[in-house]
C-alpha cells in the first residue's frame, strides 16, 4: 500500500481534513450503511465512524489493513469492540467532545426553570 487512506463513515469538519490530509488519502462512505462502509475500508489503515453509523464485526474484518478505529464523540457503542479486540485494533474516542455544550444546555434550561419561560411561552 503506498499511501495510508483514511476512511470516514460520514463528511467530518474541514478542520479534521486539514489535520488528516498530510497523514494519508481521505474518503468518505457514500452511506452510512455497512455496505459502503465495507467498499470504504477495504485499503484502509484508519476509519473514523461518525453519525448513525455501526463499525460491525463484517466491516472491520473486510479492512485487512485497520490499525486504528476512531470515534469522534462520547461512548463507543457504535464500533464492534469484541470484533476489533480480536483483531488487536485500537478504538478511540473523544470523552470531553460534549462537554461545552452539556453545560451550556444545563445552564440554559436552569435559567429557563427560574424564569418559568414554559409557562409564560
Same mark, same amino acid.
Given at each position: 500500500?503506498?499511501?495510508? #487512506?483514511? %476512511?470516514?463513515?460520514? @463528511? #467530518?469538519? +474541514? #478542520?479534521?481534513?486539514?489535520?488528516? +490530509? @498530510?497523514?494519508? !488519502?481521505?474518503? /468518505?462512505?457514500?452511506?452510512p450503511? !455497512?455496505?459502503?462502509l465495507?467498499?470504504v &475500508?477495504?485499503n484502509a489503515? %484508519?476509519?473514523i465512524? $461518525? ?7 463484517? /466491516? ?7 490499525? &486504528?478505529?476512531? $470515534?469522534p464523540?462520547?461512548?463507543? !457503542?457504535? /464500533?464492534?469492540? +469484541?470484533? %476489533?479486540?480480536? =483483531? =488487536?485494533? @485500537?478504538?478511540?474516542? &473523544? @470523552?470531553?467532545a460534549?462537554? $461545552?455544550?452539556?453545560?451550556e ?10 424564569? $418559568?419561560?414554559? +409557562?409564560?411561552?
Open positions: 500500500m503506498p499511501t495510508n #487512506i483514511i %476512511a470516514c463513515s460520514a @463528511p #467530518i469538519d +474541514q #478542520i479534521a481534513i486539514d489535520i488528516l +490530509q @498530510p497523514l494519508g !488519502e481521505f474518503l /468518505v462512505a457514500s452511506a450503511g !455497512e455496505k459502503s465495507v467498499a &475500508v477495504k489503515t %484508519a476509519l465512524v $461518525r453519525g448513525g453509523s455501526i463499525a460491525t464485526a463484517k /466491516v472491520i474484518g473486510a479492512g485487512p489493513h485497520l490499525k &486504528v478505529i476512531a $470515534r464523540g462520547i461512548g463507543y !457503542e457504535t /464500533v464492534d469492540i +469484541q470484533a %476489533a479486540t480480536a =483483531r =488487536r485494533i @485500537p478504538v478511540v474516542y &473523544v @470523552p470531553a460534549g462537554a $461545552r455544550a452539556v453545560a444546555g444545563a445552564a440554559t434550561f436552569m435559567i429557563a426553570l427560574c424564569k $418559568r419561560i414554559v +409557562q409564560w411561552d
